[in-house]
């Protein structure tokens, strides 16, 4: 029997309405759908009702399906000769272990697409009225993972960042911010610097909190801000306010 096809697809940041065309053809026609905890399910609709669905979701320390397990399912199901989508929440290469999954099915012969997604290191900061360049604020840009291997990012080049890059964009780093705070002032960033963090970005419950390096970690904590979010740091956030768009509403149950 002939391998099937594997479609490997970023569903955007939250809001349905994000998701490219692309992705939704690659819906329409799978036989096996495989998503993950932040794949917004209305975009479940756009596959066919009898094609069979997968939940792989991966909360912080809770894994139900391991990234093995995974893996196993897209070989399998694969030999089969069924059309797969593994849908990922945002960019399916930008900390979605698209890659890790690509090279799998290199090794297996199976063929595949990837399928970019809109990544909510551009998209939250977005909704939240935060251009990430602009020319009088900030003309770089840096996507960092908030959370390693071990736990804390520890294998960054914080220097690096905190003098060579104006806009940072961190994610999975609720849990480390205090960390990272400390990293960047030790490294010579401004504890004056704005910082953004923006929790369950581009859906009907994000909620923006502005601060400083020196200020975050005090109103996050009192805010009680949770994952999913995203955190932002560099002048461009003091634009937050005077080009807010989205109407954020207060936040009375999880992110479905």
Aim: glycine share 10%; net charge neutral; with cysteine.
């Amino acid at each position: 029997m002939k391998k099937g096809r594997v479609y490997i697809v970023g569903a955007g940041p939250g809001d349905p309405d994000l998701i490219t065309v692309k992705a939704t053809k690659c819906l329409a026609e799978a036989d096996v759908i495989l998503y993950d905890r932040l794949v917004n399910r209305e975009l479940l609709l756009y596959g066919k009702p009898e094609a069979e669905y997968i939940y792989c979701g991966k909360a912080p320390g809770k894994h139900c399906v391991s990234q093995e397990d995974i893996q196993k399912l897209l070989i399998s199901k694969s030999i089969e000769g069924k059309t797969i989508v593994r849908l990922k929440g945002g960019d399916p290469f930008i900390f979605g272990r698209g890659g890790e999954e690509a090279e799998v099915l290199v090794k297996h012969g199976i063929q595949f697409d990837i399928v970019p997604g809109i990544t909510s290191g551009i998209a939250a900061p977005a909704y939240a009225g935060i251009p990430v360049t602009h020319r009088e604020w900030g003309s770089s840009f840096a996507i960092v993972t908030g959370h390693g291997v071990t736990g804390k990012p520890d294998n960054i080049n914080w220097h690096h960042l905190a003098h060579s890059v104006d806009t940072i964009a961190i994610y999975m780093g609720i849990k480390n911010l205090p960390y990272i705070c400390k990293q960047l002032c030790s490294c010579g960033k401004k504890a004056e610097t704005a910082v953004a963090v923006i929790e369950q970005g581009t859906t009907g419950f994000q909620r923006t909190f502005t601060g400083t390096i020196d200020s975050i970690v005090a109103i996050v904590t009192r805010e009680q801000v949770a994952n999913p979010a995203m955190i932002v740091i560099g002048e461009v956030v003091n634009l937050s306010e005077k080009l807010s768009w989205f109407s954020e509403k207060t936040k009375d149950k999880e992110f479905a």
